[in-house]
């Protein structure tokens, strides 16, 4: 399989494991069908024709039906309305892609033997007889609706969608360390802001701190390649929603 049809796979997959599983293998009357088999026989029904590009990284029909099934679909977006919807699966794909492009360029790859040893590992702990049973059933029903075997699941698309991920947390990593310590006055901000956290030793309030800290930093360290990156709209139904997309 080449290397770019297996770069958008790994992408799909993400996009849908990266849900709520709970959510994802809920029931809503989908003719019978778990929410997990939808998103996968939707995912089969849809080709690779690409609607626009992020950086030179094409953004497919599956993909983005993906995005978009995995917000309609969330109970909790249940009375967001159809654009806004729209909106946000745009905006969850291009975090995607603007990151692990970002990684790229930085020289974060993941290289594949090591994307298929984490793959194997992935497979013992979902094999092992106490592992959470909804999760195997989950991955059982979405494969399924794909129209793929647990072997081809295993031996392409994990490898390939956890190449993707380990490649990014690299970036994410390499971001995390650089983030400096907490002053005395960042920590007792933090501390007056959480109550839960009052009685709480000092390695704990900076692990929140820091935790917190990074998160708001990741998220407009973000936002700015998305404003940043080159997009190329080829479908025009996309015409409207990016400029929306871009600041949601």
Request: glycine letters at 4%; aromatic letters at 10%; hydrophobic letters at 40%.
């Amino acid at each position: 399989m080449k290397k770019k049809t297996l770069f958008l796979l790994g992408i799909v997959l993400i996009v849908i494991l990266s849900a709520t599983l709970g959510v994802l293998f809920s029931y809503h009357g989908l003719r019978g069908q778990s929410t997990a088999f939808f998103i996968g026989e939707n995912w089969r029904n849809k080709t690779d024709r690409v609607f626009l590009t992020v950086n030179g990284e094409p953004i497919t029909e599956r993909w983005w039906t993906t995005a978009y099934d995995n917000v309609r679909l969330n109970p909790k977006n249940a009375q967001m309305p159809e654009e806004e919807a729209k909106v946000a699966a745009l905006h969850s794909i291009l975090r995607q892609a603007v990151l692990y492009t970002e990684a790229l360029k930085k020289g974060f790859l993941v290289s594949e033997e090591e994307a298929k040893s984490f793959a194997e590992e992935q497979r013992k702990l979902l094999e092992a007889p106490e592992a959470d049973p909804e999760g195997k059933e989950f991955l059982k029903e979405l494969l399924k609706g794909m129209g793929i075997t647990e072997e081809e699941y295993w031996s392409q698309m994990a490898p390939a969608s956890y190449r993707v991920t380990l490649t990014i947390n690299r970036l994410k990593d390499s971001l995390r360390q650089s983030l400096p310590a907490p002053t005395p006055e960042e920590v007792q901000d933090f501390k007056s802001r959480h109550p839960e956290f009052k009685d709480a030793p000092q390695g704990i309030l900076e692990h929140g701190l820091l935790k917190e800290k990074f998160q708001q930093f990741w998220d407009n360290f973000t936002e700015q390649l998305i404003s940043q990156a080159k997009i190329e709209v080829i479908d025009p139904q996309f015409s409207d929603l990016l400029p929306k997309a871009l600041s949601p």
